[in-house]
């Protein structure tokens, strides 16, 4: 097996105090994430596994499964309770692209580095476009934003990259001074997808990309979303509760519930013989 870009290990995030038995009481099998003795919620709780560069693999499962909590981890939004997230960068150095902490558990690294490292390599769309995007700045000052993030100084050269991921996200380059305030929930949504794309990152984060979009904007937004990846062949993490997104965009899919793996597999093989009950009743209730 080659190894993989991003290696995910034991991956834990409690909201609350914490006590010896948040692990042991909570989980598929006591059916919550709430542990009946320090009310602690156990958002995620042992999460492994490898993200190979050009992979799309997923993560799904219902509201409070914990998927989102852990694509948040792996941003460095909320810091993890235990775990570790290994980067291996195949010798690339910074000036090539790298971060220079190939091999190092990027948990262990203070906030300083940990941004310079998501600023890098990492692109992230959220499910609330508010939260990706500054509505009252234009959207090519949101593109520059992330830009400067990224080390550019230039300012023609940013504002040449900004219109053309703009008009690669399918968003009119006559727009690009427009605030994303004017712009509908699917335009939003491709604003923030350029925005994403515009550090050409290593790893790309998309968290319930659809939800909220009218079936026929769900359906555009995914076609892009699948072409810009054999375009630019970027590792991408898709979370949702869509079984329908998930069999479109990606070859391996986890499943959680109760901020647990239960089932992980090739997609079609999950979709089509699904061995965990909980995973049969996401199926069935799909068809």
Known sequence: MK???????????????????CAADTGPEAGTNICPHC?????????????HTDEVLGVVGE??????????????????TAGEVMLYENGRSPDGGGTGFDGVNLLSLGSYRQR??????MGIVFQN?????????????????????AGWR???????????????????????????????????????????????????????LTTGLDVSVQARVLDLIRRLHREMQVATLVVSHDLGVVRMLTRRTLVMKCGRIVE????????????????????????
């Open 3 to 21: 190894q993989p870009l991003l290696r995910v290990r034991n991956l834990s995030k409690i909201f609350g105090p914490g006590c010896p038995r």
């Open 39 to 51: 009310r602690s919620v156990v958002a995620c709780h042992d999460i492994g596994f490898d993200l």
């Open 63 to 80: 509201s409070g499964s914990g998927k989102s909590t852990v694509l948040r981890l792996l941003h460095f939004d909320w810091e993890a």
């Open 116 to 121: 310079m490292i998501r600023n890098r390599i």
């Open 129 to 149: 476009p508010h939260l990706g995007l500054k509505m009252h700045i234009s959207s090519g000052g949101n593109i520059a934003e992330r830009l400067l993030a």
């Open 154 to 208: 230039h300012v023609g050269e940013i504002r040449r990259q900004a219109g053309e991921l703009l008009e690669r996200t399918e968003v009119p380059r006559a727009r690009m001074d427009e605030p994303p305030k004017h712009f509908s929930g699917g335009m939003q949504q491709r604003v923030q997808i350029a925005k994403a794309l515009s550090n050409s990152p290593a790893i790309l984060l998309l968290d319930e």
């Open 264 to 287: 992980a597999g090739l997609t079609d093989q999950i979709l089509e013989d699904p061995r965990h009950p909980y995973t049969q009743l996401m199926v069935s209730s799909m068809l």
